[in-house]
């Protein structure tokens, strides 16, 4: 393993802080990414226990996006077109996007955030909070396996890559597909976007990665899509090696190639994407100093996971940011770790409340420039680190 980022010293970036907790000392940890030059997996260094991050106060619903609630009805659309619907097994099924698509009686979902399961075990979805392991696989595969296994956004939170893959191989029917879906390294490379590393992803996958890993578990990728979610993912169709029946398609060698062209293969690369991310945050630190500077107000719009890493290794405060604005109940009226801004309940956007507003979650631009048209069309500005700082107004 070969480091080539430090992130500084971060809180855990779910962990939303109680205005009683605000002079309580938080607890930090080093975020350094690093590169394994035999099967190209680029991963932080120091993992915190899951329990102490997915756990019954888990704070991120997926169903707070359209972006996403679309992207998760879409892929169901194609894979009853596509695929052996008969039983299905969804890993990491948060508060129930995808699972919702698809009949009740043929979808289980395992999800450890007991807040989460209860969402969807209320509507009539088998929910299993557990954590995904060989155990959990072993049983609840003993009398069927299932002929589709998706996971989104979750295997890149799992430290144990050997046993998520063992687990997957055991539950997963010999003709049965798996499809994941996560961050892509290489997107995340070209848009500098260095938040997408905090305590829970602990990978960020790239094909070429993946291809090595999966092969030690007799896997293999057979299509690759490229989408627009989380500011560019894979989607990952995989099958088992001795199926033949199924053709590799040309994505895969396609995906395979641009990834080598950009050099995700070489040390030398990520070594370069870290003096990019230095760059940034000088940048971007100017930038709003200089507007503070102005006496401009500026304030944040959606208290990401992301924004913990950005915030935390810029040193930004609420001297810099006023508060930021999110959906998400469990959010609201908490304080950001580590930087303690406060977040407050979303309202939609007004100059008289605001000057500029740092887009925190800026994986999701269009759905909030849409959103916040009004905001745009009398001069509203946002700020964004993506791919480099700058201020974006109305096009
Ligand atoms: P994520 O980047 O980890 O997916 O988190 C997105 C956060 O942004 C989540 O807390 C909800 C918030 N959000 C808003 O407040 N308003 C919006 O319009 C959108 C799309 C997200």
Known sequence: MIKFLDLGKQPLANSFIKSVDLKKKEKKFRLSIAFNKKNYLVSILNTIPKEMMFNEKYPYKSSESNTMKSSFKKLSTKIKKNFDTENILEIGSNDGPFIKNFDKKKIVGIEPCENLAKITRAKGYRTICKYWNIDLAKKISKKKKFKLIYSANTLSHIKDISGIFKAIDIALDDQGILILEDPSLLECLKNN????????????????ALKEILKKYDLEIFDVENTKTHGGSNRYYI????????????????????????????????????????LSKFKLSKLINKLISKKKIIIGYGATAKSCTVFNYCRFNNKHIKFFYDTTSFKINKFLPGSKIEIKKYKKLTLKDTDYVYLGAWNFQNEIFKKEKKFLNAGGKFITHIPFPRIIGRS
Do not use: M, P, W
């Not at 976007?193 to 070429?208: G, L, P, R």
């Not at 033949?244 to 895969?252: H, Q």
């Open 193 to 208: 976007a260095y938040d997408q590393f905090y305590c829970e992803h602990i990978y960020v996958f790239s094909t070429i």
């Open 239 to 278: 099958k088992k090696i001795f199926n033949s029946k199924i053709k590799i398609k040309k994505n895969v060698v396609i995906n395979l190639r641009k990834e080598r062209k950009y050099g995700l293969h070489k040390i030398t690369t990520y070594k370069a994407f870290a003096r990019r991310v230095k």
